[in-house]
């Protein structure tokens, strides 16, 4: 299988980092094929400017974006890895769905109804975040983000989520917890049978 992971996070030692690392190893030896996209590293322009916005509506896209284009096409499993910070995607991710998920690639409408275009792909996302599980979930905030970022952005596409990850109480995660996550991940991926896949409502999540 084809895999792509496209990640978000500043500091290369972060727990994202350390969770993303681990993932790509596990996928190595599975002898799967593997290609990263780290947006900071990439130094990924993530400003949907005038001419991006005008592109989009003939299907014209600028260079750095039809190059993500094509490692999604050649992608069997797209698998997303950032911190939620300020409840939504690092801006930097954002930047990323605004000008690479365009219209005529990721989506579009045909006599009025929407289409995703990128159905027959699946996909995985990991996120970490500081409150508990305990906490998104009094507040409404696990249901605000399935519906935002996994309805509103990831199944609107096309893409079939297998499973989305949270790890909690992430700023204050400790080794066990860790290697437990990584476990967790590495378990999601080596689980062939696809129908066995599920999505997790907020697991946890880090910084």
């Not at 005008?54 to 039809?66: A, H, L, P, S």
């Not at 999604?72 to 939504?88: E, K, L, S, V």
């Not at 409408?109 to 699946?122: E, I, M, P, S």
């Not at 909690?168 to 696809?194: G, L, Y």
């Amino acid at each position: 299988m084809k895999h792509l992971v496209i990640y978000a996070h500043p500091n290369y030692s972060s727990l994202n980092g350390q969770l993303k690392n681990s993932l790509i190893d596990n996928l190595l030896d599975q002898r799967e094929e593997v290609e990263l996209r780290d947006l900071y590293q990439l130094n990924f322009n993530p400003v949907l400017s005038l001419n991006d916005a005008e592109g989009q509506r003939i299907g014209k896209v600028e260079n750095d974006v039809e190059k993500e284009q094509e490692f999604i096409r050649w992608a069997d499993c797209i698998t997303f890895i950032h911190p939620i910070w300020w409840t939504g995607l690092p801006a930097i991710m954002k930047g990323y769905i605004d000008r690479v998920f365009s219209y005529g690639f990721a989506y579009q409408y045909q006599q009025g109804v929407q289409q995703g275009l990128l159905a027959g792909k699946h996909t995985v996302i990991i996120n970490t975040h500081g409150k508990s599980k305990a906490e998104y979930a009094e507040t409404g905030m696990e249901k605000a983000l399935s519906l935002t970022s996994d309805k509103g952005i990831y199944v609107y596409c096309g893409l079939e989520i297998k499973k989305h990850l949270f790890f909690d109480n992430a700023d204050r995660a400790t080794a066990e917890s860790i290697e437990k996550w990584k476990t967790e991940i590495k378990e999601t991926f080596d689980n062939r049978k696809v129908d066995n896949f599920e999505v997790n409502n907020l697991q946890k999540i880090d910084n």
